[in-house]
């Protein structure tokens, strides 16, 4: 093992041979010497902090000049007037739709119609359009009244008396449509002096019952009325 001196004496000559380049990135790589020599005032970190991206946003020219009840009043306003214009939309578009969905004209027309009843003779029938179906009305005579009066309730088919089908008895009302398979009766025909209907023999007496045939009820009796100026009104 050789003596303390003579090590140290090789560690001085390898140092004394290491290439010049060597030495200087060894100081380069310590940072302590520079930092000792370099002015302070100087030096500037690697933290700079905030950037423009972080910064918080100045809203202050936006903010309103007014008192807080005069926004409050304003907004108010604004509110009122959205729901008052949004309200006449809806109503005027619940109104358009009621309008179109509603019945045209010449349906309305259709809804009633009105007969002269001084141009109908005592005996004698007449026929009229009324919601596309024909309608009988007929004059009777007091004999027709009384003929109807003395048949026996009872016997009928689809028993109904005859006050209970006229509100006056000289003039009787009836949709002339067959209540068998909907055919159109003749009237002053038939075995009982009332309406018959050839399509397949049904026969109704003076006040429209059915007494023979197919037919299972008695012909219907609309809705009508009787004005003041001497006029029958249907529907």
């Given at each position: ?160 008396s005859d006050e209970q089908r006229v509100k006056r008895p000289e003039w ?36 429209g019952r059915i007494r023979k045939g197919p037919a299972p009820l008695n ?17």
């Amino acid at each position: 093992m050789a003596p303390l001196p003579a090590l140290s004496r090789a560690v001085a000559r390898s140092a004394a041979r290491l290439p010049t380049t060597t030495t200087t990135a060894v100081r380069a790589v310590s940072s302590s010497p520079a930092l000792r020599g370099s002015d302070s005032s100087t030096y500037q970190s690697p933290f700079r902090g905030e950037s423009k991206s972080s910064r918080i946003p100045d809203f202050s020219k936006y903010m309103s000049k007014g008192s807080g009840a005069g926004n409050a009043l304003f907004g108010y306003f604004m509110v009122g007037t959205l729901g008052a214009i949004s309200a006449a939309g809806a109503k005027s578009t619940v109104q358009e739709f009621l309008v179109n969905m509603s019945a045209s004209a010449d349906v309305l027309a259709m809804a009633k119609v009105e007969v002269d009843l001084a141009s109908i003779p005592e005996g004698k029938n007449v026929i009229i359009k009324w919601r596309g179906k024909p309608v009988f009305i007929r004059h009777r005579t007091a004999a027709e009244i009384d003929e109807a009066n003395q048949v026996n309730v009872a016997s009928l088919r689809d028993p109904e008396s005859d006050e209970q089908r006229v509100k006056r008895p000289e003039w009787l009302v009836m949709l002339g449509v067959c209540t068998h398979l909907g055919c159109v009766p003749i009237g002053e025909a038939g075995d009982f002096g009332g309406w018959f209907c050839p399509c397949h023999g049904s026969h109704y007496d003076i006040s429209g019952r059915i007494r023979k045939g197919p037919a299972p009820l008695n012909l219907e009796i609309p809705a009508y009325d009787f004005s003041d100026d001497g006029k029958l009104v249907v529907g």
